[in-house]
């Protein structure tokens, strides 16, 4: 599995922005398809993750009611949409994936794949 991430940029407080992850090689019903975020000197955190198939959508609470994780099959990409931003969510973003879904989601050493990272950048 292939996994390209795309959409970072500069954007201003209380804007947002789209991020998009596009999978190659096979993404198949059970998957989990996360994002993680990594600040500059602090550790990778979950983002959000979603299960390929449907039934689970999960949200790390500093993201709940701005973030929102969402898949188009045709075009074998997961998309997370980013609103409300602040610069407290100025990162690195990543997409991964797993090739199960697993209650700890959260976890990025659970992942198998990982794309290559998208800077976000909030300004004050």
């Known amino acids: 599995v292939q996994l390209q991430a795309y959409g970072g940029g500069l954007v201003q407080a209380g804007g947002s922005v789209r991020l998009s992850c596009a999978a190659s090689g096979g993404i198949f019903t059970d998957y989990a398809l996360g994002w993680f975020r990594q600040a500059p000197g602090k550790e990778r955190e979950v983002v959000a993750a979603?299960?390929?198939?449907?039934?689970?959508?999960v949200y790390a609470d500093s993201v709940k009611g701005r973030f929102i994780i969402s898949r188009d099959y045709a075009k074998n990409t997961v998309y997370l949409q980013m609103n409300s931003l602040n610069p407290e969510d100025t990162s690195v973003y990543y997409c991964?994936?797993?090739?199960?879904?697993?209650?700890?989601?959260?976890?990025?050493?659970?992942?198998?794949?990982w794309g290559q990272g998208t800077l976000v950048t909030v300004s004050s």
């Open positions: 991964a994936a797993r090739i199960r879904w697993t209650t700890n989601w959260g976890s990025a050493s659970e992942y198998n794949y």
């Open positions: 979603i299960r390929w198939g449907g039934g689970r959508l």
